[in-house]
């Protein structure tokens, strides 16, 4: 009968492995892969503190990368995109201060104000989006708000009401709006209001003095309670530090509900402005700032917005990776370069990216889902 025996010797591999395996539990339990985790098995919280969403941007790149795109495929079809055209009817000539905006009337830039545009105009430009594959089609105005503007606000209305019968969501950006507004442009047929937080609440006075935190939050309710869907995000580049950036992304994540769209800007400088001597941002940046934003809010759409024009296309499908799920197309936004309709195109065909449906009528997202798929299947013979 033989006896085994074991010797330190021995047992010295198991032990190796074990710390082997311990260490490596300890690099893959980042904050980004359990909250991605909890993302995931609970769905969205709004109850988020700032360390919480500090720990997950703070997450080595490459871990945050790969679980916010986990928790995009589990919240959304991964290679949907949302196509969205922004169209100026009102340009320049804005009261604000905004250090960022070449519409100011307080800057040197070029930019000439324009009364606003003519319905024939606006609706020609929304018929032109939609055939080269925009769903949603978005109207900005350089104003600080809409009051005393009764007539522009009633050809806005109108502007809405027809896009909307075309078969295309409609947005507006038109500054601050007062509680009863919000009710006309939904009865209008109005899917969402885009207003920007731009950044966190401590660092925001350094950008704009002429319109407070708390108003903007205020628009942005007034929004929700007429039943709405809110469009809010930010822009980085602005000499904001990553607590700020954290900020943006916890003030957003802690409304009682989500927007349904967070557009995250990268500054284009424009000569002319306070901000025109800031360094661009890097791609990394973008791809930190999409990623935890799908993370903490993972059912909202999250736009590669302003900026998207200085990134390649293989940094761009970093940031789809990472969970943006919607843009911006068309040559331009507001006064700014965009990536043009063909270039757009050729790089939803390079990654296999798929137009997104509007999501107001099931009967009408079908038929667009319909004629998609022909197009595909047509393109690929």
């Not at 395996?21 to 359990?34: E, I, L, P, R």
């Not at 009337?105 to 319905?119: D, E, F, H, I, P």
């Not at 007034?222 to 992304?249: H, M, P, Q, T, Y």
Request: glycine fraction near 6%; aromatic fraction near 6%; charge should be neutral.
């Amino acid at each position: 009968m033989h006896v085994l025996r074991f010797t330190r010797a021995h047992l010295r591999p198991s032990i190796s492995l074990l710390q082997s395996s311990s260490s490596f539990s300890s690099y893959s339990s980042s904050a980004a892969a359990v909250e991605a985790e909890r993302a995931i098995r609970d769905g969205p919280r709004n109850d988020w503190t700032r360390p919480e969403i500090k720990s997950i941007y703070d997450s080595p790149l490459l871990d945050l990368l790969f679980h916010g795109a986990q928790v995009h495929r589990h919240a959304h079809n991964f290679r949907e995109v949302q196509q969205c055209t922004l169209l100026s009817v009102k340009t320049g000539g804005c009261s604000e201060d905004c250090s960022y905006c070449p519409q100011s009337s307080r800057y040197s830039t070029g930019v000439k104000a324009q009364r606003l545009m003519n319905k024939d105009a606006v609706l020609q430009a929304a018929q032109k989006a939609k055939e080269a594959g925009s769903t949603r089609f978005c109207m900005g105005a350089a104003w600080r708000d809409t009051v005393g503007r009764k007539t522009n606000f009633n050809q806005i209305l109108e502007y809405v009401k027809e896009i909307r019968d075309m078969g295309m969501e409609v947005c507006c950006t038109l500054g601050m709006l007062e509680k009863q507004q919000a009710i006309e442009l939904k009865k209008a047929g109005l899917t969402a209001y885009n207003h920007n937080l731009d950044t966190s609440r401590e660092y925001y006075p350094n950008i704009i003095t002429t319109r407070s935190y708390d108003e903007r939050l205020e628009t942005l309710q007034f929004v929700r309670e007429a039943g709405i869907n809110v469009c809010s995000g930010g822009i980085i580049g602005l000499g904001e530090a990553e607590e700020d950036r954290v900020g943006l992304l916890h003030t957003l994540a802690t409304l009682p509900t989500h927007p349904e769209s967070v557009p995250i800007n990268a500054l284009l400088a424009v000569k002319g402005t306070p901000l025109e001597d800031q360094k661009p941002v890097e791609i990394w940046e973008m791809v930190r700032m999409i990623a935890t934003a799908r993370i903490v809010m993972p059912k909202a759409m999250v736009r590669l917005s302003a900026g998207r024009v200085r990134f390649s296309v293989p940094e761009q499908a970093l940031c789809f990776l990472a969970g943006a799920n919607s843009i911006f197309t068309g040559d331009k936004l507001l006064t700014t370069p965009n990536n043009d309709f063909n270039a757009d195109q050729q790089m939803f065909k390079l990654l296999g990216l798929i137009p997104k449906a509007p999501s107001f009528d099931e009967d009408e997202a079908k038929i667009f889902e319909a004629e998609n798929r022909e197009q595909a299947v047509s393109g690929s013979g």
